[in-house]
């Protein structure tokens, strides 16, 4: 299947500070990707869909202004949490969407990021 | 985006079949149903998708009535290694909305 990598696996931060997640869809191009997070024990919860040369469209209750979203290319969506602190940490997911031979459009995900603000 | 309704865990033992059924009943005409596996810290995994009937690959068959109102994710002979959340979404690829899964244990 379709390999979809983050970069960092895992980041910690001072309250304040800005940090930036990258999402690559290795093998495959993606007109969307999509961020999600995830705290412990809960389900996915989508954050924003990232299309490429266009503005992300935010579910609603994100905040646009704090997690920032760069579609720059094909094969990169990068999430920027800017200001952050400490109810910011969490696991950071992404997706890429993409039609396999024989599928439907099908979303394939990254192994996620962890975030601790501390 | 239809609805999903799932067990909220399941146990099995090793070398069991474990069917987990996922309930959509306001599935659209052009929605699909996808199947993804998680461990802990990690990304979901894709396992399975189809629009009707039956299929089926080399992890899993995904079984699908004439109604479309619900599926049922199968997984033959289980081992320690299945112990994860499952998750069935409903969609036509537009976006993705996770509901709670299945928390599926595997004991020896």
């Known amino acids: 299947g379709a390999v979809v990598s983050q970069h960092p696996s895992r980041v910690i931060c001072k309250s304040g500070t800005s940090v930036k997640i990258e999402c690559r869809s290795l093998d495959f191009q993606a007109t969307t990707m999509f961020w999600y997070r995830q705290f412990p024990k809960k389900s996915l919860m989508l954050m924003a869909t990232s299309n490429e040369g266009s503005k992300a469209t935010y579910e609603q209750g994100v905040e646009k202004d704090k997690f920032l979203i760069n579609h720059a290319s094909l094969t990169l969506s990068t999430l920027t949490v800017t200001s952050a602190h400490p109810e910011d940490s969490s696991f950071y997911i992404c997706s890429a969407r993409t039609r396999e031979r024989g599928r439907q459009e099908t979303q394939y995900f990254g192994p996620g990021t962890r975030l601790l603000v501390l | 985006l239809a609805k999903t309704t799932q067990p909220i865990s399941m146990d099995s033992y090793e070398g069991q079949e474990v069917n987990i059924t996922c309930s959509h009943n306001n599935i659209a005409t052009n929605d699909y149903i996808t199947w993804y596996q998680q461990f802990p810290s990690q990304g979901p995994r894709f396992i399975i998708q189809?629009?009707?009937t039956k299929v089926t690959n080399e992890v899993a068959s995904l079984f699908i009535p004439a109604d479309r109102k619900s599926s049922t994710l199968s997984l033959p002979r289980v081992s320690l290694s299945d112990t994860a959340v499952y998750y069935c979404?409903?969609?036509?690829?537009?976006?993705?909305?996770f509901g709670q899964g299945t928390e599926l244990s595997v004991k020896p």
């Open positions: 979404l409903v969609g036509d690829g537009r976006k993705l909305i």
């Open positions: 189809g629009y009707k």
